[in-house]
C-alpha cells in the first residue's frame, strides 16, 4: 500500500514511520528539499500546484492526504480527478478559513467566541466595536502557531492600535481579517477523534494544552479533574463536525474550558501536536489510526496504555542533550532532525506511566532539561 502526503514536514514523517510496519509506504511532496519527511519516506520536492509533480505524488498511490491545512486546496481537488483524496477537500478549505469555520460551528450548535468578519480597515474598526476589546484580530487564512494575530486591550488607544494591526497584518496579505472576543478560559482542551470510510467515530481522551508565546508547549492526557458530562460534549462536538464533512481521517477541535463549558476555537482537518502523545500513550496512535481510516482499513483503539498518564512535551528552538533526556526513566524522545531556529519546533518528548504525580514530575525534569 502507498499513501502519498502532501507535505513534507514532522507530521508527514510520523505517518511514514507509523505505516512501516503495515507494510504502507510513503510518498510526500514538499517545496523544500530539507522537508524531514524525506529522511524516511520518498520525497519529490517542487510546489504543491505543481501539475507534473501531483502527477507523480499519485501514480500508483492507493490514496491521498495531507499532513497540515496550509495546502493549496485546488491541489486537493486536482487530485480528487487523479486518485481517492481523505479527508475531502472541503474539510481542507473551511479549515483554512476561520470565519468559514465558526460558521460551521455555529449551524452545528457548537458555541464559539463571539466574532465578526472584516475586510477592509473601515470593517476592522466596526467589527472591534462590535464586538468589544479585550479582542483579538487574526487573518482569517495562514496563521498558526499565534503567527498572524493581534490583541486589543480596553486600555489601548482603540483607532490606532485598529489602524497598527491592520497595516501589519495585511502586509502582503488579502485574505481578510477576523475580530474575535478574548474568551475568559479556565483552560486550553483539545479532542482527537478518527472517522472511518464507513462512519465509524473513535475519540482519544480530551487533553489539556499549555501554550507559551502562541506555540503548544505541553499537552496532558487525559486532561486532569475532567467530569464526563466534558468529555461527553467534546466527543459530540468532533462527532457533528465528523459526519457533517463525512470526513475520513483524524481531526483535531482545540477547544475553551470555560467553567465546565466548552467553546470551540478551531479545528485541524489532520494529524494534530496535541495528539503526538497516542504514539506511546494509546493502543492505536493518532498516525496509524489515520492511515487505517483513510485506506479503508479497521480502526484502532484509542484507549490509552498503561493504566495510563501521559504528558508530551515539544522541544522548541533548541533540542536538549539527548543523552540527558534519555536518561530519564518513563521518557521517549522524538528528535524530528530539523535545525535548530527560535520558535521552531525541533522535536517532543513524551512521559507515559500509571501514576500521574510521577508523570508529572518527569515531564517538569524534561522541561528544565
Not at 502507498?2 to 511514514?16: D, E
Not at 494575530?149 to 497598527?164: C, F, K, N, S, V
Not at 475520513?248 to 474550558?257: I, N, P, S, T, Y
Request: with cysteine; charged share 20%.
Amino acid at each position: 500500500m502507498i499513501t502519498a502526503i502532501l507535505g513534507g514536514g514532522q507530521l508527514a514523517r510520523m505517518l511514514a514511520l507509523a505505516g512501516a510496519p503495515l507494510g504502507i509506504r510513503t510518498r510526500c511532496l514538499d517545496p523544500s528539499a530539507e522537508a524531514v519527511a524525506g529522511h524516511v519516506s520518498e520525497l519529490l520536492v517542487a510546489a504543491y500546484d505543481d501539475d507534473d509533480a501531483l502527477k507523480q505524488l499519485a501514480n500508483g498511490a492507493d490514496v491521498c492526504t495531507f499532513e497540515f491545512e496550509n495546502v493549496p486546496v485546488h491541489a486537493t481537488e486536482w487530485l480528487t480527478e487523479h486518485a481517492t483524496v481523505h479527508p475531502h477537500p472541503r474539510a481542507l478549505g473551511i479549515g483554512q478559513d476561520r470565519v468559514t469555520e465558526k460558521q460551521l460551528f455555529q449551524r452545528l450548535g457548537i458555541e464559539v467566541a463571539k466574532f465578526q468578519a472584516a475586510d477592509s480597515l473601515r470593517e476592522l474598526h466596526a467589527a472591534v466595536q462590535a464586538v468589544g476589546a479585550p479582542c483579538i484580530i487574526k487573518t482569517r487564512r495562514l496563521g498558526y502557531d499565534g503567527r498572524g494575530q493581534a490583541r486589543l486591550q480596553p486600555g489601548d488607544e482603540l483607532g490606532q492600535t485598529i489602524d497598527q494591526a491592520h497595516a501589519t497584518l495585511t502586509e502582503g496579505y488579502d485574505g481578510g481579517l477576523i475580530v474575535e472576543g478574548m474568551v475568559p478560559f479556565d483552560r486550553e482542551l483539545s479532542v482527537l477523534a478518527v472517522r472511518a470510510r464507513d462512519g465509524e467515530v473513535r475519540c482519544y481522551p480530551l487533553v489539556e494544552n499549555e501554550h507559551e508565546g502562541g506555540i503548544l508547549r505541553r499537552s496532558r492526557a487525559p486532561a486532569p479533574n475532567l467530569n464526563d458530562a466534558v468529555q461527553q460534549e467534546a466527543q459530540r462536538i468532533a462527532t457533528a463536525l465528523l459526519n457533517e464533512l463525512d470526513y475520513v481521517g483524524v481531526l483535531a477541535v482545540e477547544l475553551f474550558d470555560v467553567g465546565g463549558e466548552l467553546l470551540a476555537n478551531e479545528m485541524a482537518p489532520r494529524v494534530h501536536n496535541s495528539g503526538h502523545w497516542t504514539i506511546e500513550g494509546s493502543v492505536c496512535s493518532q498516525f496509524e489510526n489515520h492511515l487505517r481510516a483513510v485506506h479503508g482499513l479497521p480502526l484502532g483503539s484509542t484507549e490509552m496504555v498503561q493504566g495510563g498518564y501521559a504528558t508530551m512535551i515539544n522541544l522548541i528552538g533548541e533540542m536538549p542533550e539527548q543523552r540527558n533526556l534519555l536518561g530519564l526513566d518513563g521518557v521517549h524522545v522524538h528528535d524530528y532532525g530539523k535545525s535548530a531556529r527560535q520558535n521552531r519546533k525541533l522535536g517532543h518528548a513524551t512521559v507515559v506511566g500509571a501514576d500521574r504525580a510521577a508523570v508529572d514530575a518527569q515531564a517538569a525534569r524534561v522541561i528544565d532539561k
